[in-house]
């Protein structure tokens, strides 16, 4: 009965449109999804906080990389924002 209740708890934590949602995050960040898939991305958003705060992230991350001179963005830079991320996901 308890183990029955922890999963309907951990399904409730695997939501698949969170992971719809985040695969195809940069896509929505750079407006390459097609109208369909974007309105489903919109329409998650507006209800779910873990995602937005990813999105949010993922997209001030993505503008830092691109404000910077090319070249500027060395691997290890790199590397430690894909750390920043990983662990904002991690909350
Ligand atoms: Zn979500």
Do not use: Q
């Not at 960040?29 to 329409?43: F, G, M, P």
């Not at 001030?60 to 910077?68: A, E, I």
């Not at 500027?72 to 590397?79: D, M, N, P």
Request: negative net charge.
């Amino acid at each position: 009965m308890v183990s029955r209740l922890l999963g309907l708890f951990k399904r409730g934590d695997e939501d698949p449109d969170c992971h719809e949602v985040r695969g195809v995050s940069s896509d929505y960040i750079d407006s390459d999804l097609d109208h369909a898939s974007e309105e489903r991305v919109r329409k998650h958003l507006e209800w779910c906080g873990p995602c937005n705060a990813f999105i949010s992230t993922l997209r001030s991350t993505v503008s830092m990389l691109r404000s910077l001179p090319k070249g500027e963005a060395s691997e290890s830079f790199r590397e430690r924002v894909r750390e920043a991320v990983k662990n904002e996901g991690d909350d």
